[in-house]
């Protein structure tokens, strides 16, 4: 999304251009001035002041706590609503098996706020919560305005503050940890999700569609396919041959060991040695001898058989994953 799309968004929310401009220029620029936003939108005073307060009580923008006389862009506040709301017909209805997804580390965003968020999701009793760091992705609205120099990401001392954060509370709230960003009560993890980060099969129907099979024949591992994403190709195809997969992927052995470390380790519980060597017919150090490199810095352990992040590699878990993929 680019900006003038953006900004069109925002005034179908109910935002004029200039108050669309302002709080885009502060989502970008984390903390500024009025002086700053005058600066951006080429209004003088008092109207940038106008402005600021209408963001304001529309709860678009706030005040920053740390430093005053700076103003900082904040989440809608009826994207909020709308959540909450959405949350209560849930409650209402008696689902009582249901997650949420909570994104943190957002550009400008301190742990204070994070801490309130945690407790407003806190309060609907799901039992499974899946917290993200936001990272800047390749393709998407926010990956665009990193690469532009538009949008700066916390520090990584910052991220890991709120990792430890959401960890703590999520846990004191009976959320245990079983995967980097998964949360869930006794019984309650994703066994769809579970069953991908150690390796499983799956077979997915329908337009775009992926599936997996593992194997072990004439040198390959495994074999990825998807189907024509499309829904009238996808039926056309159907209807001509009775397949409609567009792409597959003979998976060899390196790859699949990478995959193999790089989704098992995800999870709390690590990897079974046995199971590794009983796939592989050789041990994780003999694939990747930095393994050791990594145990020795705490990064890594083997416990009952297992290896595993430690809690400090956990947090560190992303610049690891590289080596395997």
């Known amino acids: 999304m680019r900006e003038e799309e953006a900004s069109r968004a925002l005034e179908a929310l109910g935002l004029t251009g200039k108050e669309a401009s302002a709080y885009l220029g502060l989502l970008r620029n984390g903390v500024s001035t009025a002086q700053e936003v005058s600066r951006l939108l080429g209004v003088q005073y008092p109207a940038v002041y106008r402005i600021l307060e209408s963001l304001e009580s529309k709860g678009w923008i706030e005040v920053s706590q740390e430093r005053p006389n700076r103003y900082r862009a904040r989440a809608p506040r009826i994207v909020a609503e709308e959540a909450r709301q959405a949350l209560k017909v849930v409650r209402k209805a008696g689902f009582d098996n249901f997650s949420l997804d909570l994104m943190y580390a957002n550009p400008s965003q301190t742990s204070y706020e994070l801490g309130a968020d945690l407790d407003g999701a806190l309060t609907f009793r799901s039992p499974h919560l899946s917290a993200y760091n936001l990272t800047f992705e390749e393709g998407t609205p926010f990956g665009h305005e990193y690469r532009s120099g538009r949008m700066k990401p916390l520090s990584e001392d910052e991220e890991i503050t709120m990792a430890e954060l959401v960890e703590r509370k999520l846990k004191e709230a009976g959320l245990q940890r079983y995967e980097i960003s998964n949360y869930a009560r006794p019984g309650f993890h994703s066994r769809h999700n579970v069953n991908y980060w150690r390796g499983g099969d799956y077979l997915g129907l ?52 990478g995959e193999f470390l790089f989704l098992g380790l995800r999870m709390t519980e690590g990897i079974s040695n046995d199971e590794f060597c009983a796939r592989f017919s050789k041990s994780p150090v003999d694939f990747y001898p930095q393994i050791r490199t990594w145990s020795d ?12 992040f430690t809690r400090k590699g956990l947090l560190l878990a992303n610049s690891i994953f590289v080596q395997f993929v």
Not at 207 to 229: F, I, L, P, V
Not at 297 to 308: Q, V
């Open 206 to 257: 329908g337009a775009g569609a992926h599936s997996y099979h593992r194997m072990k024949t004439d040198g390959a591992m495994g074999q990825r396919w998807s189907n024509e994403k499309n829904p009238g190709r996808y039926m056309a195809l159907g209807m001509e041959s009775g397949v409609a997969v567009v792409d597959r992927e003979i998976i060899d052995e390196t790859k699949a060991v």
């Open 297 to 308: 810095e705490g990064l890594m352990e083997e416990r009952d058989g297992r290896l595993l």
